[in-house]
């Protein structure tokens, strides 16, 4: 079965960046539509960032849109999500996620969808 390990959360100040990465075992990593989802405290799951499988479509929650920047490598099997100008609302668990169907959309990105799930990473923006 698929396996979805996330890595690169951490605490930064506000203003600060970081890094994400999930590695994809046990499919076919082209074949599936990706996405980043994050969790805070007290709320539900949120849409972040997703891509198509040959990386021909992205899509961004409008309040991350111009700050983060998610890409694969498809010969890593390697999902990133580059965080710049991170503000103390980015705070939350930052989830990979992945899907069979390889499109993605603004009809599509939501937790439902996707069928695979990382543990999760921790991600905490200082004042």
């Known amino acids: 079965q698929v396996r979805l390990d996330e890595s690169g959360g951490g605490l930064v100040q506000a203003g600060g960046s970081l890094r994400l990465s999930c590695i994809f075992s046990g499919g076919i990593f082209g074949d599936h539509g990706m996405g980043w989802f994050r969790q805070a405290p007290g709320k539900e799951r949120e849409f972040v960032a997703s891509?198509?499988?040959?990386?021909?479509?992205?899509y961004y929650e409008d309040s991350v849109t111009g700050r983060f920047s998610i890409s694969r490598d498809n010969k890593k099997d390697m999902l990133i999500l580059q965080m710049n100008d991170l503000k103390t609302e980015d705070t939350g668990i930052y989830y990979c996620s992945g899907r069979r169907d390889g499109w993605v959309g603004a009809e599509t990105n939501r937790p439902e969808n996707f069928e695979s799930w990382g543990q999760g990473t921790q991600v905490t923006v200082s004042s």
């Open positions: 891509i198509k499988g040959d990386a021909g479509g992205l």
